[in-house]
């Protein structure tokens, strides 16, 4: 098929890193659309929704057995709750009721049984429990089209090098495709949690989402360049153009490579000053990378994710088997766990906070632990009896006070208390708390006597700092991670933690950005947390930085009134860097 003519740049979300440059294949798949019509009577519809049920969990059996085998145990995890979802005999019930009531079809009856199911998701207000749809969207899919007798898109065996372009890419495409084949994706909807997003940066493949209309600008053949990192398609660009993007993402695949050659290597600067670089992560899933990217630890696990995707909170015995994985395989290394961090942007589904004029300042993280004791003591449970493993450093986020770090701690003992009469052994553990409030960080010299670390939330504690809902796009400019204040916060936190011989880390977006990385060494953080991608970025900028210029840089900055100048000075002192 011809190209389509040139098209302005199109823009999205970024979804993963990396520069690409292929020929789109777009896929449009056949319309699912049903209309409601007779059926041929209540029996034999359910009969043909059975064996189309039947059908498709052969086939997400085969699916299942393909991803555990490409991807591993974690990302199999989804088509098998795709699997559960057949097996909802709530679905199965609602389908029937329509069928006997309205004398339907059996694919408009399922369809609309699967919309009801999909809009509930959809209306969530957090971001994660929405992408949640997509998994909806997909079982619906394959069941339609085994009611409609409808091809199903074969991405097993393609033949050439595509850009895959799609309104969405279901999880059974990115997990069932060719990937030696897949230059990268582009797709109409999704967000940064969608799975076309996660799926990518698991696979390494660069990605744009959120593209709104692709599919409807982008033809099979077209030519097509993109920046996965800036969220930007051309489509059918100019000769140079093009040609600028293929070098670009040779440049990136050899900066990448090269950085390999930094695994195994000291995190530590030309003055031989170290700095634990470990990594922020979410799920078990994200362990490869952690391990890909030589992380000296993990600074930060969000246990939220383990209690978003699903529909009740988790079990003791499930959050244990995952905390267990996670600790066991960083082999000795530590692993800050943080309990629950709910409310604010991040609600579930299954359990009712109650609507809040300010949900960032209301009831959330360790205010909701403290009041729902059965919560937090069985999530202090599964913590517990993984201490044994490794070297487990518990941390709670949201502190204001000092009363509730001896609360938290009572709980602790409690719990540690109840597992031990029932003969569970306990080993050694670290208690440690977030400072991403400022009354935390003003009481840094007292809270440091009650625990045995801090690990600052520069997300939250800018936010808090310069009264800025960080999500409000009209303020923005706001936001200022800039702000003397700032810098004041956590350099009197360092010096607070470290006067009563307490470790200090860092595991907001500061910590993972080169911007700041020399002026946070030179304030002398313990430690800083980031995205696994970020680790051999920042190794590398470490080993050609001297800790002493490091510490005068932190001086002038301390010493600066000006978000602006700081800004400069930053600036100006990295380039510096860049040229040494």
């Known amino acids: ?80 709750a795709h699997l559960m979802v057949l097996d909802d005999p709530e679905i199965l019930a609602q389908t029937e009721k329509i069928l006997n009531s309205e004398n339907s079809t059996a694919e408009w009856a399922f369809s609309n049984v699967m919309d009801h199911f999909e809009n509930v998701f959809s209306s969530m207000k957090n971001e994660y429990m929405r992408e949640r749809a997509a998994d909806v969207r ?16 074969d991405l097993v065996n393609l033949q050439n090098e595509v850009v895959l372009v799609a309104d969405d890419l279901a999880p059974s495409d990115t997990a069932t495709m060719n990937r030696s084949k897949v230059l990268g994706f582009l797709t109409n909807i999704g967000g940064k949690t969608s799975h076309s997003a996660i799926m990518a ?60 050659d930094l695994v195994g290597q ?82 579930l589904s299954y359990f009712d906070i109650g609507k809040e004029q300010n949900p960032f300042l209301g009831y959330r993280a360790i205010r909701i632990c403290l009041r729902d004791k059965p919560l937090f003591h069985t999530q202090l449970r599964a913590l517990l009896r993984v201490a044994p493993l490794g070297d487990l450093r518990i941390m709670f986020p949201m502190i204001s006070s000092i009363e509730e770090v001896v609360q938290a701690k009572k709980e602790v003992q409690i719990v540690k208390a109840q597992l031990e009469t029932e003969g569970f052994r306990v080993g050694n553990f670290q208690i440690g708390i977030m400072i991403e409030v400022p009354s935390a960080a003003i009481m840094a010299d007292e809270l440091a006597e009650h625990v045995d670390f801090f690990s600052i939330g520069t997300n939250d504690l800018i936010q808090y700092t310069c009264a800025v809902d960080r999500m409000n796009q009209k303020i923005q400019d706001l936001y200022n991670p800039h702000h003397p204040a700032i810098f004041r916060l956590i ?15 860092m595991c907001g977006e500061m910590a993972g950005s080169s911007e700041f990385l020399a ?61 040494a």
């Open 519 to 579: 002026v946070l060494v030179g304030l002398e953080l313990d430690e800083l947390s980031m995205n696994p991608s970020n680790i051999l970025v920042a190794r590398k900028s470490l080993r050609k930085l001297k800790f002493s210029d490091a510490k005068n840089l932190a001086k002038r900055i301390l010493s600066l009134s000006d978000s602006k100048q700081i800004e400069e000075e930053l600036r100006k002192f990295n380039s510096s860097l860049e040229k």
């Open 491 to 505: 350099n009197q936190v360092i010096k607070a933690g470290h006067a009563k011989g307490k470790w200090v880390g």
């Open 138 to 153: 997909d079982v619906k899919s394959r069941v339609l089209r085994h009611l409609l007798n409808k091809d199903v898109i």
């Open 1 to 80: 098929m011809a190209p389509s003519r040139s098209e302005l740049p199109l823009s999205g979300t970024p979804g993963s890193p990396g520069f690409c440059v292929g020929r789109a294949l777009v896929l449009k798949h056949d319309s699912l659309e049903v209309e409601q019509v007779a059926g041929a009577g209540p029996s034999q519809e359910l009969s043909r929704l059975q064996n189309a049920l039947e059908q498709s969990k052969i086939e997400l059996g085969r699916v299942v057995e393909v991803t555990r085998k490409s991807m591993g145990d974690d990302k199999a995890q989804i088509f098998e």
């Open 201 to 260: 940066r698991t696979l390494g493949i660069p990605a744009v989402v959120g593209l709104k209309d692709a599919t409807e600008k982008i033809k099979t053949g077209d030519w097509i360049a993109f920046d996965g990192s800036q969220g930007v398609a051309y489509v059918n660009p100019p000769t140079a153009l093009k040609d600028q993007y293929l070098g670009l993402r040779e440049e990136f695949l050899n900066y990448r490579k090269s950085l390999l």
């Open 266 to 347: 000291k995190s530590v600067t030309l003055d031989d000053h170290s700095v634990e670089l470990a990594a922020n992560i979410g799920t078990v899933d994200d362990l490869e990378f952690v391990k890909k990217n030589d992380a000296e630890g993990v600074g930060l696990l969000r246990t939220e994710f383990i209690y978003l995707n699903r529909s009740s909170f988790p079990t003791e015995e499930e959050q244990y088997q995952s905390y267990k994985r996670i600790v066991e395989g960083l082999k000795g290394k530590p692993v800050v766990i943080r309990t629950l961090d709910i409310g604010g942007d991040k609600n």
